[in-house]
């Protein structure tokens, strides 16, 4: 599976962005898509994850309450992370990821595959 992720920008503090990550070749056999976030000397950080058939969706404390992740109902393909009420601290490269076996880890050592990264940027 390729993963494409695409949505970033540049936004106020409270203002809403929707980012998008787009599977291609083998998703049959991708079980669980995460995403995470890296701002500038941090390290790689668990967002928000949501498994691939049934849709169980897991969140960050970080960001549970504003941020939701979903597939597209019509592009099943396609997985969402919409990101409202965002915040200066919320600023980074966010990154899309999938597994291909069971399970829905924060780790980002358990993910096979990667996508590229997308800048949001929120300021205050």
């Known amino acids: 599976v390729q993963l494409q992720a695409s949505g970033g920008g540049s936004v106020q503090a409270g203002g809403s962005l929707r980012l998008s990550c787009t599977a291609s070749g083998r998703t049959f056999g991708s079980y669980f898509m995460g995403w995470f976030r890296q701002a500038p000397g941090k390290e790689r950080e668990y967002v928000a994850g949501i498994r691939w058939n049934g849709g169980i969706t897991y969140y960050s404390d970080s960001v549970k309450g504003r941020f939701a992740v979903a597939r597209d109902n019509a592009r099943r393909n396609v997985v969402h992370l919409q990101m409202n009420s965002l915040k200066p601290e919320d600023t980074a490269v966010y990154y899309c990821?999938?597994?291909?076996?069971?399970?829905?880890?924060?780790?980002?050592?358990?993910?096979?595959?990667w996508g590229n990264g997308t800048l949001v940027t929120v300021s205050s």
């Open positions: 990821a999938a597994r291909n076996v069971p399970g829905a880890p924060t780790d980002a050592a358990q993910y096979d595959t």
